[in-house]
């Protein structure tokens, strides 16, 4: 199936951890995104990657850091987890096709703090 | 200042009527509009897209953009209880060709058997 995948679904770790979170796809797409969504249901972009390049990179604490080692893989590495990082943090993909660049998301893992 | 706004609902439509759903945006560089529908556990999942004025038809759903009055529309025909989600509205400024996508909080749909 052609698909973004992620894994772990679920994360559940002690504050202070350092865990990090892969995601894969094989639409052939150029960029690859990463989300977070908070208890709220706010879905906001956190960093995106084209060709293994970072383009995008929101005001997120240096604590995350993300690793792109080809244009499929995009992995989310996350340092001193506090309470504050639960939720659901979504990798997404895209291609410019037709002016239009939709973006397709993966299942999403759940991290939660404790 | 959101700079997607959506009804967070909820927004109850009786089975086989039509829902609406609205968006607006502040951002008038914005150039590419989406919406995604998020079943609850689920990932946002891309419904429609929408580059130009005017409307958009695919199957039961119906787009709108409106630049002028910086608005979007969703508009669901003959809804079906498995209609019933978060739907997402999300715009986007075309960044050489990366898209960065702003959200808006989502309006909750339910629809009434």
């Known amino acids: 199936d052609t698909a973004v995948s992620q894994t772990p679904k679920y994360l559940v770790t002690q504050m202070g951890n350092d865990k990090s979170i892969k995601c894969e796809q094989n639409l052939g797409h150029d960029t690859m995104y990463w989300y977070k969504q908070d208890s709220k249901k706010f879905l906001k972009i956190m960093f995106s990657?084209?060709?293994?390049?970072?383009?995008i990179n929101e005001t997120v604490p240096n604590r995350f850091s993300p690793k792109s080692p080809d244009k499929a893989h995009l992995n989310l590495h996350i340092n001193s987890l506090e309470l504050g990082d639960s939720a659901v943090y979504f990798c997404a993909s895209s291609q410019e096709l037709d002016g239009g660049n939709e973006q397709f998301f993966g299942p999403g893992t759940r991290l939660t703090v404790l | 200042q959101k700079e997607v706004e959506q009804n967070s609902g909820p927004l109850s439509v009786p089975e086989g009527a039509i829902a609406s759903l609205n968006c607006t945006y502040s951002?008038?560089?914005?150039?590419?509009f989406f919406w995604y529908r998020q079943y609850s556990g689920k990932s946002p999942e891309l419904i429609m897209s929408i580059y130009s004025n005017g409307d958009k038809e695919d199957g039961r759903f119906t787009a709108q953009l409106n630049k002028a009055s910086q608005y979007v529309s969703l508009l669901i025909r003959d809804s079906q209880p498995s209609d019933s989600a978060t739907y997402l509205c999300?715009?986007?400024?075309?960044?050489?060709?990366?898209?960065?996508?702003?959200f808006g909080t989502g309006t909750r749909l339910t629809i009434i058997p």
């Open positions: 990657y084209n060709n293994k390049e970072l383009i």
């Open positions: 951002d008038r560089v914005s150039q590419s």
């Open positions: 999300a715009a986007s400024a075309s960044n050489f060709g990366n898209e960065k996508l702003t």
